[in-house]
């Protein structure tokens, strides 16, 4: 779309273009690939006869739903055989009281990422967009008892990992920051005091930059991880770093020796850091590279 002032007919989608963005960055858990499926909605908005368009905002949410159902399907192979652990795309929000329309935690994309792709779309738009089970009908072409079934099935593996009350923004920064600190001169004694016992590490190279292969749990193996780093004669210094908040969750992103960008968001819970996400691989975080004052 060009020009300051949107066309007459753009107007609706102007309007929920935020929305859609929503729906496709959650389906997709990539802010590059949902970009481009809004883009796609659009180039199909514009072919339409709008006047016969009764429902736009039901219309445009079925368009965008089925764009990226048929983008993850295209996508499977890449996804079963990405290297090591795949996270989301690090989404920028202002701060931890941000809605994207609710939950866009870490936690919640990563649980997505484990369902089928019917069974995210039928989540999403029943459980987070609030579609009644006949507009759910109406966009995954099922009935609606088979709708049921796969908000049900779906809702079993996607509860437990819902985001809790948001950590305050003060609290988060100050937390994120003093563990970023810690993390790169492996103080054990300070790290022992932020990490929850039970703290989970993920980490995700995309197979370009080393990390973990495999998640760490345990506060006693993700310290010792950190202080193994630490002692490296290589291991990289903070010398280029910024607090932000991505995926509404207190985080630290930094450059990398090479010039890489590295994302760490943390999830907090009860004052301690309860689970870290470590997005390394170059493809996902080139988008922050405005957010890092050189």
């Known amino acids: 779309m060009t020009g300051s002032e949107p066309a007459p007919d753009d107007r609706a989608f102007v309007d929920m273009q935020p929305r859609l963005f929503a729906v496709a960055y959650r389906m997709?858990?990539?802010?590059?690939?949902?970009?481009?499926?809004?883009?796609?909605?659009?180039?199909?908005?514009?072919?339409?006869?709008?006047?016969?368009?009764?429902?736009?905002?039901?219309?445009?949410?079925?368009?965008?739903?089925?764009?990226?159902?048929?983008h993850l399907r295209a996508a499977r192979t890449v996804r079963e055989t990405y290297p090591g652990e795949w996270l989301p795309e690090p989404?920028?929000?202002?701060?931890?009281?941000?809605?994207?329309?609710?939950?866009?935690?870490?936690?919640?994309?990563?649980?997505?990422?484990?369902l089928s792709p019917l069974e995210r779309a039928a989540f999403l738009l029943h459980d987070v967009f609030e579609h009644s089970y006949d507009e759910l009908?109406?966009?995954?072409?099922r009935n609606q008892n088979s709708c049921?079934?796969?908000?049900?099935?779906?809702?079993?593996?996607?509860e437990q990992v819902?985001?809790?009350?948001?950590?305050?923004?003060?609290?988060?920064?100050?937390?994120?920051?003093?563990f970023f600190k810690a993390a790169k001169s492996g103080d054990t004694k300070h790290l022992t005091d932020l990490l929850a016992r039970d703290v989970q590490l993920h980490s995700d190279g995309g197979g370009k930059i080393i990390a973990t292969l495999n998640p760490i749990y345990g506060r006693d193996k993700v310290i010792r991880f950190f202080a193994g780093l630490a002692r490296k004669p290589s291991a990289?210094?903070?010398?280029?770093?910024?607090?932000?908040?991505?995926?509404?969750?207190?985080?630290?992103?930094?450059?990398?020796?090479?010039?890489?960008?590295?994302?760490?968001?943390?999830?907090i819970e009860n004052g301690r850091i309860a689970a870290i996400y470590m997005v390394r691989n170059p493809d996902k975080t080139r988008h922050l590279g405005e957010l890092l004052s050189e």
């Open 236 to 267: 990289p210094r903070a010398n280029s770093w910024t607090f932000c908040w991505l995926n509404s969750q207190p985080a630290i992103l930094n450059r990398e020796p090479g010039g890489s960008l590295q994302a760490t968001s943390l999830k």
């Open 28 to 70: 997709l858990g990539s802010v590059s690939d949902a970009e481009d499926i809004v883009q796609d909605a659009y180039l199909r908005w514009r072919r339409v006869d709008v006047e016969q368009v009764h429902d736009k905002t039901g219309y445009l949410i079925r368009v965008v739903t089925r764009l990226c159902l048929d």
């Open 162 to 178: 819902r985001l809790r009350a948001p950590v305050a923004r003060e609290q988060g920064e100050e937390l994120a920051k003093a």
């Open 91 to 114: 989404l920028v929000t202002e701060d931890a009281t941000e809605r994207l329309d609710r939950d866009v935690s870490v936690a919640l994309l990563m649980a997505l990422e484990r």
């Open 137 to 141: 009908s109406q966009t995954l072409k």
């Open 148 to 158: 049921r079934q796969l908000v049900s099935r779906s809702r079993k593996h996607v």
